[in-house]
């Protein structure tokens, strides 16, 4: 067996990882230290579940211990389904942002997800390549208001206005991460937000 060595610059790590696992993989190459090569891909390519932040962060994080407290409690109901989401994006978060955490100084940016409600006519005037990845959630009536920890969700007149605050547990440090969350982890998302 012969191995091998490289010196890889760092703006250019990433790229060559991504491409090396690719071609190590198709010819069915065995890499004795795959966690080395995974760990230089881009954080979107090693967290697409759930159960992959909780590998990032380790079983012994403090919110991995947290979530797992809170799930083996002996009395839960289905009534805690948005407690439930809040513990695991606030793994998802602390794991996409690699140990980045807001400061809330006056010169840093934060990021969320931002989701809008859609009444069915308005999703019934759109194209296909517009419903995609739509989450179908009603609500109606007058002054209808719902708040749920660091969201807040607020319907005046059959939903038609819209107000949105968030917390720092569930920031992200770039555009890009707060979007890549939203879309990858919508079904976790709703149950926060929603809750039901």
């Known amino acids: 067996m012969k191995s091998l060595s490289l010196n890889v610059p760092d703006e250019q790590a990433q790229a060559f990882a991504k491409e090396l696992a690719t071609l190590l993989q198709k010819h069915g190459v065995e890499v004795e230290n795959k966690e080395a090569i995974d760990s230089l891909l881009p954080i979107t390519e090693r967290v697409k579940t759930f159960d992959d932040a909780v590998n990032i962060l380790g079983v012994e994080h403090p919110m991995v211990t947290m979530y797992k407290a809170i799930t083996n409690l002996p009395d839960r109901t289905n009534d805690d389904k948005h407690i439930i989401a809040y513990a695991k994006l606030c793994i998802i978060t602390a794991a996409l942002n690699e140990g980045w955490e807001p400061q809330f100084t006056e010169d840093e940016y934060r990021y969320f997800p931002w989701f809008v409600f859609y009444t069915q006519s308005e999703i019934d005037e759109m194209d296909d390549e517009d419903k995609e990845g739509i989450r179908v959630l009603g609500r109606s009536g007058l002054s209808a208001s719902a708040y749920a920890g ?47």
């Open 150 to 196: 660091v969201a807040y969700s607020l319907t005046s007149n059959a939903s038609s206005g819209s107000y949105a605050g968030s917390g720092g547990r569930l920031c992200f440090k770039t555009r890009e991460l707060a979007k890549y969350a939203g879309e990858q982890f919508l079904d976790i998302w709703a149950d926060y937000v929603v809750g039901f």
